[in-house]
């Protein structure tokens, strides 16, 4: 099945992304991993990605297109998790168009939804693995072993440059602001399905594996 997860920062997607990945096979395409890959590697458009995203700037579609594209050419066609992605309608049909030419479609679009209350609340206690990029909260979701990353066992972590307020305003703007026709598409096809996101991690991640169930 190809599965969206839609929502803004820190609603969750990525905790339940890795959870679909690790626990039941799925391929995770994510546009912030891909974009932090690009800022890493040090390329002319790696350096234009960083500063959009320190300032909270939309990255542009041709930019989004152009690394998803690159990273579906490079996995088994099997089951695909899209996290964050598509954030913009032209970025809804252009990966339809993708899928098409992979006679594949999606069948289930998860809509996280928090409050700006919330979301404000968990970037505060956002950090991520410096080796592997793997997010975690504290106090809602911290590794099984302290200052051990449960996935790569790393023991360096970092606050991500854009887990700011700031940062977090500009995104929830253009979020409202690109999210409606999105919702809209996808409803249209039979395929949007809303999660109420501020629930606890295992009762969100019951929620949406019964939606891939059905």
């Known amino acids: 099945m190809i599965v969206v997860f839609m929502g803004p920062s820190g609603c969750g997607k990525g905790t339940q992304a890795e959870y679909l990945k690790n626990e039941k096979g799925y391929s995770h395409i994510s546009t912030g991993d891909l974009l932090r890959a690009e800022q890493q590697a040090g390329t002319k458009l790696g350096d234009k990605v960083k500063d959009d995203v320190a300032n909270g700037i ?35 049909r252009a990966l339809d168009s993708m899928l098409l030419d992979m006679k594949k479609e999606i069948g289930c679009v998860v809509d996280f939804s928090v409050t700006e209350e919330e979301l404000y609340d968990r970037i505060k206690g956002r950090f991520m693995c410096i ?72 009762q969100v991640r019951e929620e949406i594996v019964s939606f891939l169930n059905n």
């Open 58 to 92: 939309l990255i542009s579609d041709a930019i989004i297109l152009t690394l998803v594209k690159k990273q579906l050419d490079l996995l088994p066609e099997n089951s695909i998790l899209f996290d964050g992605f598509p954030r913009t309608i032209e970025q809804a």
């Open 131 to 202: 080796k592997c990029s793997t997010l975690y909260h504290d106090p809602n979701y911290m590794p099984k072993v302290k200052g051990v990353c449960d996935k790569c066992q790393g023991t360096e972590f970092k606050t991500r440059p854009d887990d700011t307020a700031e940062v977090l305003s500009k995104r929830l703007t253009w979020f409202k602001e690109l999210v409606a026709p999105i919702r809209e598409y996808y409803k249209q096809k039979n395929v949007l399905k809303s999660l109420d996101a501020s629930k606890p991690v295992l």
